[in-house]
């Protein structure tokens, strides 16, 4: 390609990008100048709403959804670490068990999982989940979690070079051993970054326990909103939840992007 070919094309891609920028400004300006903004402010922004809504968003709302996500979370990838060792054994049953268990629960959906956990189990077997809405949440989202989880590691385990076993082996270590001391640390620093991703969405899934009922101490972020907004009949309360939950996991989705950048520069 020519220098004359070159400058064309460089030509072309700016004019391109400035036509675009003009368009997305315009589209920008003409939706500033054509809203209703005092309509607005009284639907989504109402002070009094606001200030109503505090201390109990955070005291109440936010930390149920973390505690809830926690749970979730240390359930699932203790179950995913299980289920991914399994995926690699030697022993069929166990590799097919663990097929079936990640293709089942990635198949169905996370709200029809956390009513069979909520309420099917209960009904069929006459018992209930100890621990009110806390225990229902983390098995319903665990056993979602660990079956997105366990590819994650899995596919983790494997994309530590072979000759980290053979040279465990070597020196004398057991199959279990290696795994244990050798392949799963290096494997796990490979990803943090999906399993950091798989946090950021156990703490937006937790908006489905409201289907198990919750009690006034119990509410996580969403069920909170939508009490408050059945009284107050006003959107108010929507918004400032989903604020609360940009401020908890924007800067989780920052941890992500700077860890997958540093992986590829390691790369």
Do not use: C, H
Not at 87 to 116: D, G
Not at 128 to 146: D, E, H, R, Y
Not at 160 to 180: D, I, N, Y
């Amino acid at each position: 390609m020519t220098v004359l070919a070159k400058r064309e094309r460089n030509t072309r891609r700016s004019l391109g990008y400035i036509g675009l920028y003009l368009f997305t400004a315009l589209i920008v300006l003409t939706v500033v100048l054509g809203a209703d903004w005092p309509q607005i402010q009284r639907s989504f922004f109402k002070w009094d709403i606001i200030r109503d809504m505090f201390p109990e968003v955070l005291t109440i709302g936010a930390r149920n959804t973390l505690l809830y996500t926690a749970l979730a979370f240390g359930f699932g990838l203790f179950l995913a670490l299980v289920l991914a060792l399994m995926r690699r054994s030697e022993f069929a049953p166990y590799r097919i068990a663990a097929l079936v268990y990640i293709e089942l629960f990635r198949s169905i959906p996370a709200l029809v999982t956390i009513i069979l956990v909520g309420f099917g189990l209960p009904l069929a077997f006459g018992w209930s989940i100890p621990f009110g809405t806390a225990g229902k949440g983390m098995i319903g989202l665990g056993i979602v979690a660990a079956a997105y989880m366990a590819e994650t590691i899995r596919a983790g385990i494997e994309a530590v070079p072979r000759g980290q076993m053979e040279a465990a082996r070597s020196l004398g270590m057991s199959r279990g051993t290696a795994m244990r001391y050798i392949i799963l640390p290096q494997a796990f620093r490979i990803i943090i970054p999906p399993l950091t991703n798989e946090l950021v969405l156990l703490i937006k899934d937790t908006s489905l326990l409201f289907v198990i009922g919750t009690t006034p101490v119990s509410k996580e972020l969403t069920k909170y909103a939508r009490d408050f907004m059945s009284t107050s009949r006003n959107a108010t309360p929507l918004t400032v939840v989903a604020i609360v939950y940009v401020i908890i996991t924007l800067p989780m989705t920052y941890v992500v992007r700077r860890l997958e950048r540093k992986a590829g520069a390691g790369r």
